[in-house]
């Protein structure tokens, strides 16, 4: 599988990809959407993105979704090692550090990081990012 540079245009074409492909499912209790901003990023804007879990069912894309819980700003680097490294503590590491800032329902965000995501999907995006 080819690499892709984290947040190109290419990698988020590939990770839409491998969502469609390896399915986005999440536990039961996971019910929360989350927008993302991204700043900072090699490609002279911010990135936007929308991610999270409804009754069980995962969704992803490009851009904000208007029913997000939640909106979280971090920076590409904070945000490549949160999402691609796997590792479940980098992200409260990042929002203790100060890297993250949250708007928004920080209890429903909190309640919804108990359990896990698709191991085989995590795989996928780190075997696909550069």
Not at 33 to 46: A, R
Request: charged fraction near 20%; hydrophobic fraction near 40%; charge should be negative.
């Amino acid at each position: 599988m080819a690499k892709h540079e984290f947040l190109s245009d290419e990698w988020l074409t590939t990770v839409s990809k491998l969502v469609e492909e390896h399915g986005a499912d999440a536990p039961p209790q996971a019910n929360v959407m989350v927008n993302l901003v991204i700043t900072g990023t090699p490609f002279g804007d911010e990135r936007q993105m929308h991610m999270g879990a409804r009754d069980g069912k995962g969704e992803w894309g490009v851009g904000h979704t208007d029913d997000a819980d939640v909106t979280l700003t971090t920076d590409y680097a904070t945000a490549k090692q949160v999402f691609v490294s796997g590792d479940p503590n980098a992200g409260m590491q990042a929002f203790m550090q100060g890297k993250v800032r949250v708007q928004g329902d920080m209890a429903k965000l909190m309640a919804s990081q108990q359990g896990g995501g698709n191991p085989k999907l995590q795989e996928a995006i780190q075997a696909a990012t550069e």
